[in-house]
């Protein structure tokens, strides 16, 4: 949990969510007071490999989000990868070739991709994956792209069949029954 909140505070932080700056004391002389902005800094070493990883890539999440945003509400395209429409793999994949990560066009063979996360170690930027239309299956038929973790609900953006680019939540009864996991892509970047 500690992990979690330090990592909210240094991502609010790094997108200028929160300024903090000295405030004097009663007793202090103001004239000795700076607006200096104290230093936000996460002791790598106390962190695994894969939480390093995510650490070094913030500013790649925040342009990856961004960029996948300003494609909601592209039409749903069977087999679609580019503006005139995404089907959900194709859309996933479109986003991350911008940022050099290279995703086969199929959510079963992304969900071989990366590394495997689990729920509660989700993260933005990491891809979500859910079985098909048939939750009793257990092919790997959706993926999506997480843009937002508060506490336990996860937020992702996709494209989905009835629908197209838009958000959804993993909280949902639908996407619940449907979950299949997390995989980690962006640290790809870093082991090139």
């Known amino acids: 949990m500690t992990k979690k909140m330090l990592l ?37 070493s106390t962190v695994t490999s894969s939480e390093k990883s995510f650490y070094e890539q913030i500013p790649l999440v925040g342009n990856l989000i961004g960029f996948a945003k ?14 005139r429409g995404f089907d959900c793999s194709g859309f996933t994949r479109f986003c991350f070739r911008q940022f ?16 495997a996360v689990d729920q509660a170690d989700a993260k933005p930027g990491d891809l979500i994956l859910f079985k098909g239309h048939s939750s009793g299956g257990s092919h790997i038929g959706h993926v999506g792209l997480i843009t937002e973790v508060v506490g336990d609900r996860i937020k992702f953006i996709h494209s989905a069949w009835n629908g197209g680019v838009r958000y959804d939540y993993l909280h949902a009864s639908y996407y619940q029954r449907r979950f299949v996991g997390v995989r980690r892509v962006l640290n790809l970047l870093t082991s090139k």
């Open 8 to 44: 909210t505070a240094l991502i609010a932080v790094s997108f200028g969510i929160v300024q903090a700056q000295t405030v004097p004391t009663v007793t202090q002389d103001i004239s000795t007071v700076t607006d200096s902005k104290p230093a936000v800094t996460q002791d790598l």
């Open 70 to 83: 300003e494609h909601l509400s592209i039409r749903y395209r069977s087999g679609g990868s580019s503006k």
């Open 100 to 115: 050099g990560i290279s995703l086969p066009h199929s959510s079963a063979a992304q969900g071989n991709v990366g590394q």
